[in-house]
């Protein structure tokens, strides 16, 4: 295969998409290519972004499509549709069953900000796992990108990065530092990994 044929699934602001459409055009990803974003959210920043880039956007709601099987079944058939090899959620903010993750084994990626097993699993994320880690008082926290399956940030883990937690910080000023210093450089480098993993099998 020449390249891996990479789906984005976003929900809103899209800084991880962007960070993997500046590791394209950087060639830091090589072995892989975004054919496709999906956004569960219409309102997206991430859709303009992915316009920006010339890269095909799609809106699926589970609203439009009546149910939770439906909206994985109208999902499964984009991805079908454009032959694509690896998934990777990004700030994708929807639940995905079974029938779902058992169709892509080891073939979707998540980015969570926080050091799993910390911070993590149902109802943890976005600020909420930063206003968590602040809470219990961890020091260092960070990010990780899993392999997805049917356990809420259960996967395999395939990077982490650790980001220093400051004294003054505030659940924001924490995400954003996760988000630059830890999000954005081991979700393209996971992209990476395992586009080349795919393509050399
Ligand atoms: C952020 O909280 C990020 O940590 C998590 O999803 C949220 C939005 O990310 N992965 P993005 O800016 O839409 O990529």
Same mark, same amino acid.
């Given at each position: 295969?020449?390249?891996?044929?990479?789906?984005?699934?976003?929900?809103?602001?899209?800084?991880?998409?962007?960070?993997?459409?500046?590791?394209?055009?950087?060639?830091?990803?090589?072995?892989?290519?975004?054919?496709?974003?999906?956004?569960?959210?219409? #309102?997206? !920043?991430? =859709?303009?972004?992915?316009?920006? %880039?010339?890269?095909? +956007? &799609?809106? $699926? *709601?589970?609203?439009?499509?009546?149910?939770?099987?439906?909206?994985?079944?109208?999902?499964?058939?984009?991805?079908?549709?454009?032959?694509?090899?690896?998934?990777?959620?990004?700030?994708?903010?929807?639940?995905?069953?079974?029938?779902?993750?058992?169709?892509?084994?080891?073939?979707?990626?998540?980015?969570?900000?926080?050091?799993?097993?910390?911070?993590?699993?149902? #109802?943890? !994320?976005? =600020?909420?796992?930063?206003?968590? %880690?602040?809470?219990? +008082? &961890?020091? $260092? *926290?960070?990010?990780?990108?899993?392999?997805?399956?049917?356990?809420?940030?259960?996967?395999?883990?395939?990077?982490?990065?650790?980001?220093?937690?400051?004294?003054?910080?505030?659940?924001?000023?924490?995400?954003?530092?996760?988000?630059?210093?830890?999000?954005?450089?081991?979700?393209?480098?996971?992209?990476?990994?395992?586009?080349?993993?795919?393509?050399?099998?």
């Amino acid at each position: 295969m020449e390249k891996a044929r990479i789906a984005v699934l976003v929900s809103g602001g899209g800084t991880n998409l962007q960070a993997l459409i500046d590791a394209e055009r950087s060639g830091m990803i090589q072995s892989g290519k975004i054919q496709l974003v999906v956004s569960n959210n219409p #309102g997206a !920043y991430a =859709l303009e972004r992915a316009a920006k %880039a010339g890269i095909s +956007g &799609v809106v $699926v *709601t589970k609203k439009e499509c009546g149910s939770q099987a439906g909206f994985e079944e109208r999902l499964l058939e984009l991805l079908r549709e454009n032959q694509i090899d690896l998934i990777v959620l990004a700030g994708f903010m929807s639940i995905l069953t079974e029938t779902f993750t058992s169709a892509y084994p080891k073939r979707i990626l998540n980015i969570h900000p926080s050091l799993i097993p910390s911070f993590c699993g149902k #109802g943890f !994320y976005g =600020l909420k796992v930063h206003e968590e %880690a602040l809470k219990y +008082g &961890v020091k $260092v *926290t960070g990010a990780t990108v899993h392999f997805v399956n049917e356990i809420p940030d259960g996967g395999e883990i395939i990077l982490q990065k650790a980001v220093d937690v400051l004294p003054e910080d505030t659940a924001e000023t924490l995400q954003r530092r996760v988000m630059e210093q830890a999000e954005w450089k081991i979700l393209p480098q996971a992209v990476e990994l395992v586009s080349k993993h795919i393509t050399e099998q």
